[in-house]
T-cell receptor, first 113, second 118 residues
Framework: KQEVTQIPAALSVPEGENLVLNCSFT??????LQWFRQDPGKGLTSLLL?????REQTSGRLNASLDKSSGRSTLYIAASQPGDSATYLC????????????FGEGTQLTVNP | GAVVSQHPSRVICKSGTSVKIECRSL??????MFWYRQFPKKSLMLMAT?????????EQGVEKDKFLINHASLTLSTLTVTSAHPEDSSFYIC??????????????FGPGTRLTVL
């Protein structure tokens, strides 16, 4: 059974700092991995999707990497801003058929002005 | 990115009533949609997989008769919470993977529905 773990559970940083969020998964046979952002009381916004054959994806100040063999992904946020404050979730899709995702518990990020 | 909508965004009902939540993929077709439940400060818990034209697949421990799912078209899935009780109060979120034109199956989520049962 796939298990996804995110570390740290919570993180508080000053504005402008670069930071890394970690995600690990136990079964390396994944189809893809997605990073999401969730604001309080809201749905999930897809940030980045990395296919199993890819090593990284970039969007603006965000960079996600994937090391499938070691079961790890990182989300790098450059020059953090107070507006980045949210919960960040990673989710993996299995390599077998079906689209269901397995989620981590999330990292709650607070960027202080 | 693709858009998934949910309606209503918030509902308050009396215990014993039934509540229907709609999930729509606005700009793509989805043969499969997923329904999640989220408790405060917790991650998403998959409740069921909604399949267009066939029965939904429920996760272990989720009551089929309690949470009725109907996937009537390629853009609409509904979740009906029957005979709602206060313990059903939660945040319900749906998602849909986009299979075309991209084959990446990127999943897009609705904004969620906050259900409060009095």
């Amino acid at each position: 059974k796939q298990e996804v773990t995110q570390i740290p559970a919570a993180l508080s940083v000053p504005e402008g700092e670069n930071l890394v969020l970690n995600c690990s998964f136990t079964d390396s046979a994944i189809y893809n991995l997605q990073w999401f952002r969730q604001d309080p009381g809201k749905g999930l916004t897809s940030l980045l999707l990395i296919q199993s054959s890819q090593r990284e994806q970039t969007s603006g100040r965000l960079n996600a990497s994937l090391d499938k063999s070691s079961g790890r992904s990182t989300l790098y946020i450059a020059a953090s801003q107070p507006g980045d404050s949210a919960t960040y979730l990673c989710a993996v899709r299995p390599g077998t058929s079906g689209s269901r995702l397995t989620f981590g518990e999330g990292t709650q990020l607070t960027v202080n002005p | 990115g693709a858009v998934v909508s949910q309606h209503p965004s918030r509902v308050i009902c009396k215990s014993g009533t039934s509540v229907k939540i709609e999930c729509r993929s606005l700009d793509f077709q989805a043969t499969t949609m997923f329904w999640y439940r989220q408790f405060p400060k917790k991650s998403l818990m998959l409740m069921a997989t909604s399949n267009e034209g066939s029965k939904a697949t429920y996760e272990q421990g989720v009551e089929k008769d309690k949470f009725l799912i109907n996937h009537a078209s390629l853009t609409l899935s509904t979740l009906t919470v029957t005979s709602a009780h206060p313990e059903d109060s939660s945040f319900y979120i749906c998602s849909a993977p986009m299979t075309a034109p991209s084959s990446y199956n990127e999943q897009f989520f609705g904004p969620g529905t906050r259900l409060t049962v009095l």
